[in-house]
DNA sequence: GTAATAATGAGAATCATTCTTATTATAGGA
DNA sequence: TCCTATAATAAGAATGATTCTCATTATTAC
């Protein structure tokens, strides 16, 4: 899981970003490294407090045009803050499970087994549907240990 | 699917509604009918315009603790508004598929085969984290035929 | 280098949602 | 049936995450 290195994400990173005329600047690197650092979905606010220097108006704006390159995907819950990681073709297919109380979200993965029938289900139903499928997402929702105590 | 009936929901709700010491009133009641109507998840604009009588607050207002009544599920998505719906146990176990153009969203059902062993892979991978399970959910995300065209 | 264009950062603006508060409705006891 | 205590309502104000604006700074292409 994530053996894509440094390197190969920057080669990546520009190339996605200039096919949609866009730069692959000082902040957007910053930004997909404390991405890649994290190794689980992060907030806005923990980026900024990882790296002092980078504005709070720019840290919204690159993570939209990140978003947009497909290098980085925005995670909606219930919380206040949306939380983000690296796309999937740079870590690799999972699944968050996420604590209600505390907000905490990690990645998970399904079995090779399960993840290939459900995949095949959903696309027999997104057919039925007469929908395009993008993409899947499946989450967990609970209380992690910490907060049982 | 949705063989429940008002009665029924009426007395649910009534007692859902009471056992965290609310009452089931007028404007709670229309907002229930209005959602069993729905038969897919609607927004508080739609809501209101189903409705002219309710005050925008209340509605709001009222969501909330039909919500901690385990009545009425928020859904959030990347669109600008929540989502609303009646909870599982009113109308049954289901996913959603969510167009991401035009932000609807519908309801689909896995097979019972596929849901049973994906409930197993979940329930053994929460224990792996740790995690109490609540609930989980899974989203189908795409282009709905209309928004292809 | 220089001009043209893109990115940045500070703060203002937006807008869904939540909060406040005066008013209205409800339930239970006399 | 009338009181009284308490809960719910509705209108608008407040909040706060996110988006927008625009003057300044950096980058690219020639």
Not at 20 to 34: A, E, L, V
Not at 45 to 52: A, K, W
Not at 62 to 78: D, F, H, Y
């Amino acid at each position: 899981m994530n053996t894509i290195n440094r390197m190969d994400i920057d080669q990546l990173a520009t190339s996605q970003l200039n096919s949609i005329n866009q730069r692959y600047t000082t902040n957007r690197r910053k930004i997909i490294g404390i991405l890649q650092e994290a190794t689980k979905p992060i907030t806005i606010n923990q980026i900024l407090e990882s790296n002092s220097d980078l504005a709070q108006s720019s840290v919204y704006r690159n993570l939209a045009v990140l978003e947009q390159a497909g290098l980085v995907v925005r995670i909606i819950t219930n919380e206040d803050h949306a939380h983000y990681e690296l796309a999937e073709h740079i870590l690799d297919h999972h699944h968050h499970i996420i604590c209600s109380p505390c907000g905490e979200i990690l990645d998970f993965h399904l079995s090779a087994k399960i993840e290939k029938a459900l995949e095949e289900s959903l696309q027999k139903i997104a057919d039925e549907f007469g929908f395009s499928i993008d993409r899947h997402r499946l989450d967990l929702l609970g209380t992690c240990g910490d907060c049982t105590e």
